[in-house]
Nanobody
Framework: QVQLVESGGGVVQPGGSLRLSCTAS????????MSWFRQAPGKERELVAK????????THAKSVKGRFTISRDNSKNTVYLQMNSLKPEDTAMYYC????????????WGKGTLVTVSS
């Protein structure tokens, strides 16, 4: 049974930091591209960042570039999203997704973790 479990969300003030984690089970983690998406109320789900199977190739959305960093630890079946300099517009549900190809579609989703940036 495939499971992606996100953690690390919460409430943070503008300018603050959070680190999200997503731990996978039931799939060959080291062969998959991993990603973070987010969905704000009333908006479509959007790609935040993705990372290739070896952790060398990464893509970050323009809106988060320079503030967020995706990384992975294949020995722990875990992908991370370090979020710095958070802004109110970063408030969203953050989802972890696993892809079989870097430019493919997400095949498996986690249930999400909520990030709220508010003073």
């Amino acid at each position: 049974q495939v499971q992606l479990v996100e953690s690390g969300g919460g409430v943070v003030q503008p300018g603050g930091s959070l680190r999200l984690s997503c731990t996978a089970s039931g799939l060959a983690f080291g062969t998959l591209t991993m990603s973070w998406f987010r969905q704000a109320p009333g908006k479509e789900r959007e790609l935040v960042a993705k990372i290739g199977e070896y952790g060398v190739s990464t893509t970050h959305a323009k809106s988060v570039k320079g503030r967020f960093t995706i990384s992975r630890d294949n020995s722990k079946n875990t992908v991370y999203l370090q979020m710095n300099s958070l802004k109110p517009e970063d408030t969203a549900m953050y989802y972890c997704g696993a892809l079989t190809r870097y430019f493919g579609d997400v095949g498996w989703w986690g249930k999400g973790t909520l990030v709220t940036v508010s003073s």
